[in-house]
């Protein structure tokens, strides 16, 4: 474009010297030469500027806009990279009958705030204000309850009254997989459904916060993996 621009500056000033040089009557006649070229050279300059300008595209200040992330996109990215380091899934232990093995579970955020991973084939959902329930699929007369008792629980108080309003058997200081518990219970019942084994377990955790488990386990086959399945859960509680 540029080459054509001098190409048909050159050639006007060549007609323009012509016409200078034979003292015709065109709009040159009694100009200086100089002046003339000066003109033509002024004119090619101005020409080579508008294609310039022509050629340099708008920058478009939506499409920019977009390109850059917001402060909002920003700080969800910052907020993602801090909880990164809980996987969606992953694989944890579970003992049954003494042989241990590595299952699949899937990161949950309970409604009451905690964090757990609950294996395949069991759903975590709410059941009534400050507590939660993890129910097998296989079987729903299988499950564990979740209860919030918050930061000025009195764990005594809790065991009297589970041991006061028992209908069946309670046996104090029941072995549990889980660690610093405050109190630990097994009491059973009996009704038309058959017998029932209900695990009673509390936990203070490191934030004050008294966490108490319900786990429900009907005396049936299923039994055997369903229970061990519940323990390894509850270990990856957090509140």
Request: hydrophobic fraction near 30%; proline fraction near 4%.
């Amino acid at each position: 474009m540029k080459k054509l621009w001098l190409g048909l500056s050159t050639c006007v000033l060549s007609v323009m010297l012509v016409a200078c040089g034979t003292g015709g009557t065109s709009g040159t006649e009694g100009e200086d030469p100089e002046e003339i070229v000066e003109d033509v050279e002024n004119a090619e300059d101005e020409a080579v500027e508008e294609e310039d300008a022509v050629e340099e595209e708008p920058v478009d200040e939506e499409e920019a806009a977009e390109e850059e992330p917001t402060e909002e996109e920003t700080t969800e990215d910052e907020a993602s990279k801090e909880t990164s380091d809980a996987s969606e899934v992953k694989e944890i232990e579970v003992e049954v009958e003494g042989d241990k093995e590595m299952r699949s579970a899937q990161f949950n955020r309970g409604e009451l705030g905690y964090s757990i991973y609950v294996l395949e084939n069991f759903s975590l959902t709410g059941e009534e204000p400050r507590r939660d329930v993890i129910l097998s699929d296989y079987d729903g007369s299988f499950f564990t309850r979740i209860i919030q008792e918050g930061s000025s629980a009195d764990t005594n108080a809790l065991k009297n009254n589970i041991i006061e309003h028992t209908t069946g058997t309670i046996e104090d200081n029941y072995p549990t997989p889980l660690e610093d518990v405050d109190f630990s219970l097994r009491e059973k019942v009996t009704s038309d459904d058959g017998e029932t084994n209900i695990f009673h377990v509390a936990k203070t955790y490191p934030n004050g916060e008294t966490y108490r488990f319900e786990l429900y386990i009907p005396n049936k086959e299923a039994q055997e993996g369903i229970l061990p399945s519940f323990w390894a859960m509850l270990k990856t509680f957090q509140p």
